[in-house]
């Protein structure tokens, strides 16, 4: 549907950038961490661009659309008729908006952002994989993908395909596992609640007028539940009539294992699938891949895992990064099943996509087969990351890697504005 066009009255309810993980740990980074104590927690937010000069984001709960049209005399329905418009319609002005009175939409332009981002760049893989780079504001950029899977690839209770997207929720990263491309930089600040639904408004610009997002996971740049603050609000928006209509059950936040972040979502809200990244079954060798660990360790984060469990019902998911020759041993396997002892989950093995300039590699075919073998004669539940995206960088934090590399360093979050799978569980 394109801007212009009346949107339905209701949207239709849908009913890897997958986080790969680097080399250098805890770098420093302007406004970033240099160590796991100094890693945000939720509700202590990173540099965030509010001060910046121009219009405020329409979707984001502190631009105060509803307040503004309140104090301009609108009906409150018209709140709700714009985020109509901008996720049903898929509108790209408001000037498209034009069941709204020309003066409003006038106003609104002067007032609000609808894309607050320019598409730095747009890649294409020949599995239907798109990849978007999207630089923000204050010349940060981060990262988004659309994935398409087809009937035949997936169980899906409506009896089609997935079309699936996977967001991010920070600048970089400040968890610091080793392998991962994200966090070179460290975390810079916290995506605002706009920008990250804004993620979903340009990758549903990417489908024909006839197709809908159906899967939300919040696997890309940054730790998501060291921002609870503004992701929570774009997952409810996304759920709601008025936005995608996606269920609840249809989105994963994948964590690297936060007990208290854990416990808050179990507190607040426990409806989302949960995904742990593990990588390591023993906190030796998961300290070294993913340092904040140390400051942890295993026992909190499975303690925490299981009180989500109790509290939502949804089964858990564990991901487990094969790095070969580091975790991939059949005695790593056999240390991870008894880990997850007779806990009803799902183990999502992700052979490692190697990054250009990281010493890690990918595991062997045997290798691989050793490790599977362990876990499914022990009746773990496992399954494998199908590849998508590979030739186009799509793990996240690579696209922006490279580009940053071509281009020059990044802005840093201070300076002024510039202008504009895993599978997710059933």
């Not at 609000?233 to 964590?255: E, M, V």
């Not at 690579?398 to 895993?422: F, V």
Request: aromatic share 4%; charged share 20%; with cysteine.
């Amino acid at each position: 549907m394109t801007g212009g066009t009346r949107p339905p009255a209701e949207p239709s309810a849908a009913g890897g950038m997958m986080r790969q993980m680097n080399n250098q740990i805890y770098p420093a980074a302007a406004g970033g961490a240099s160590h796991p104590d100094a890693v945000q927690m939720p509700g202590a937010a990173a540099s965030s661009p509010a001060g910046l000069p121009g219009p405020a984001h329409v979707l984001d709960p502190s631009a105060g659309l509803e307040e503004w049209l309140a104090a301009r005399g609108q009906p409150a329905w018209r709140a709700k008729a714009i985020r109509r418009w901008l996720f049903a319609g898929r509108a790209a002005t408001f000037a498209d908006m034009t069941d709204l009175p020309k003066e409003l939409r006038t106003a609104l332009e002067e007032r609000f952002l609808i894309f607050s981002t320019r598409i730095a760049r747009h890649v294409h893989a020949e599995d239907g994989t798109e990849k978007l780079l999207l630089e923000l504001a204050d010349g940060q950029r981060i990262e988004c993908v659309l994935l398409r899977e087809h009937a035949r690839e997936v169980s899906d209770a409506a009896g089609g395909g997935r079309l699936t997207v996977c967001i991010s929720s920070q600048v970089g990263c400040g968890m610091g596992c080793v392998f991962c491309a994200s966090g070179l930089d460290g975390v810079i600040r916290n995506l605002t609640t706009g920008e990250i639904l804004e993620q979903l408004l340009r990758l549903q610009k990417l489908l024909p007028a006839e197709e809908r997002l159906s899967h939300i996971v919040v696997m890309g740049m940054g730790e998501p539940l060291a921002n609870l603050d503004r992701l929570m609000p774009a997952l409810a928006t996304a759920q709601h009539a008025d936005g995608l209509g996606i269920s609840q059950r249809r989105i994963t936040i994948s964590t690297v294992g936060l007990p208290k972040a854990i416990d808050r979502l179990t507190a607040e809200n426990p409806g989302y699938h949960l995904a742990v990244s593990l990588h390591a079954a023993e906190d030796a060798l998961r300290t070294r891949l993913v340092p904040v660990n140390k400051a942890i360790g295993l026992a909190e984060v499975m303690a925490a895992a299981d009180r989500y469990w109790e509290a939502s019902g949804r089964r858990l998911t564990f991901e487990y990064v094969l790095l070969g020759g580091v975790n991939d041993a059949p005695e790593d396997a056999a240390r991870l099943v008894r880990l997850l002892g007779r806990r009803a989950a799902l183990v999502n093995v992700i052979p490692y996509n190697a990054v250009a300039g990281l010493p890690w590699r990918e595991p062997s075919k045997a290798a691989q087969a050793r490790f599977l073998d362990v876990l499914r004669a022990a009746g773990v539940n496992v399954q494998v990351r199908r590849r998508k995206g590979a030739r186009i960088d799509a793990a996240c934090g690579q696209l922006r890697r490279l580009e940053s590399a071509s281009a020059g360093p990044a802005i840093p979050a201070t300076s002024p504005a510039s202008p504009g799978g895993t599978r997710p569980a059933e």
